[in-house]
């Protein structure tokens, strides 16, 4: 054998030892894909919840001009939504989902209504045709549970407020909550949100 092949086996030979003893490290191995990002919950609060506060741009306390330019006029202007509408209004706005109903009381929201099954959820994940089981077990202790005025049990109000309120009627303008509605089948037929006037039980009174 050669000199000059002598040579060249003993190079490959070097470089085999070399990748031999390089460390794993080195060794390219397959990239491995971000994990998804985690999906919110069915009670988890996101931008389109109804809470105490609102819904999306409508918050509690705005005035009826703010409402029309984030919702539009009302839908139907021909409907009574109250026996003295200056003083308290009911009505959706063109633009807001067809089972919405916004109260006006001098001039300012003070309630938003869902009256029909929608895909709009309060911010337990709850909507329109849940049961009052599931909206207790959401709450727990938060819960405070009225019998209905009108309809005998298991028809009922499931009242949680989220800033003020507590046991009894409440006044202050600054409370903050929500009234499930529950009807004699036992599910919720409706969901006011907002002040003190999620307590009326026949629109505005």
């Known amino acids: 054998m ?3 092949l002598k040579s060249l086996f003993a190079a ?6 070399v990748a031999a003893c390089s460390p794993e490290a080195d060794t390219p191995v397959e990239s491995t894909a971000p994990p998804a990002a985690t999906q919110p919950t069915a009670g988890a609060t996101t ?3 109804l809470t105490g506060e609102g819904w999306e741009s409508l918050r509690i306390g705005m005035t009826r001009a703010e409402i029309i330019e984030a919702l539009g006029e ?3 202007p021909n409907a009574v939504g109250g026996p003295d509408p200056e003083s308290c209004d009911q009505f959706r706005p063109e633009r807001a989902p067809g089972s919405m109903l916004l109260m ?4 300012r929201l003070t309630r938003i209504s869902l009256t029909d099954p929608s895909d709009i959820m309060t911010d337990r994940g709850l909507r329109v045709g849940d049961t009052a089981a599931r ?3 959401a709450y727990g202790d938060q819960a405070i549970v009225t019998p209905h005025k009108y309809q005998a049990a298991p028809a009922e109000y499931v009242t ?3 800033r003020g309120g507590g046991e009894g009627y409440i006044e202050d303008q600054n409370a903050r909550g929500i009234v499930y509605e529950i009807g004699g089948d036992g599910t919720v037929t409706a969901i006011h ?3 003190p006037s999620i307590q009326y039980v026949e629109g505005c009174a």
């Open 2 to 4: 050669s000199h000059h």
């Open 12 to 17: 490959a030979g070097m470089i085999a030892l």
């Open 47 to 49: 931008g389109v919840n």
């Open 74 to 76: 009302d839908a139907n």
């Open 104 to 107: 006006v009381e001098n001039g």
């Open 135 to 137: 909206v207790k077990a």
């Open 160 to 162: 949680v407020w989220s």
């Open 193 to 195: 949100a907002g002040g």
